[in-house]
């Protein structure tokens, strides 16, 4: 049977199918289960993400009558450890939605995914409005930014979802 082209072409097209017909059998409310988990988690990680960047501006403000270097100093760490707190934010972010929506492996990667480019999306609304938009197009680039969340969310995700995808995978 498998020696047949026409028949592995079709067993192969099957699995496609499979995978979009997924998506399609969730259903109105687990779609909406699925985008309301995923933007719910996104604002709580923003918000936490705000809090800390407050909370970083408030402990290490600029010192008055400081030189320009030094308030460039400061502003560069807080820059830099926003950065990174943003990384690890919507990295934790993607890991959490995943684990705490996944009626399948797939289902829940595209969970995480969603909740980190939430988180990233009201992060790059809310920055021009802190420092500027000249600031943002000078520091930021929107689609690498993009880029890198999707695909630091989808990886840690993923990981969120290791062994449903095991368990699937040697089943078949």
């Known amino acids: 049977m498998a020696s047949n082209p026409a028949i592995a072409s079709r067993l192969q097209s099957n699995a496609l199918v499979g995978r979009v ?20 988690l996104g604002v709580l990680a923003f918000v936490a993400f705000w809090l800390i960047s407050a909370l970083g501006w408030g402990l290490f403000p600029y010192s008055a009558g400081a030189d320009q270097f030094a308030q460039t100093r400061v502003w560069l760490v807080h820059i830099i450890a926003e950065k990174a707190a943003g990384i690890l934010i919507g990295c934790v972010v993607a890991f959490v939605a995943a684990r ?42 929107l689609l690498t ?10 990886l840690f995700a993923f990981l969120a979802v290791w062994k449903d995808y095991r368990r699937v995978a040697t089943k078949t």
């Open 21 to 40: 017909a997924e998506l399609g059998s969730l259903g109105l409310m687990s779609i909406a289960r699925l985008i309301g988990t995923a933007a719910g």
């Open 100 to 141: 705490s929506y996944r009626p399948s492996w797939r289902i829940g990667v595209l969970s995480g995914v969603l909740a980190a480019v939430t988180f990233q999306a009201l992060s790059i609304v809310v920055y021009p409005l802190r420092f500027g938009a000249a600031a943002y197009a000078r520091y930021n680039a």
């Open 145 to 154: 930014t993009m880029l890198w969340t999707i695909m630091l969310g989808a």
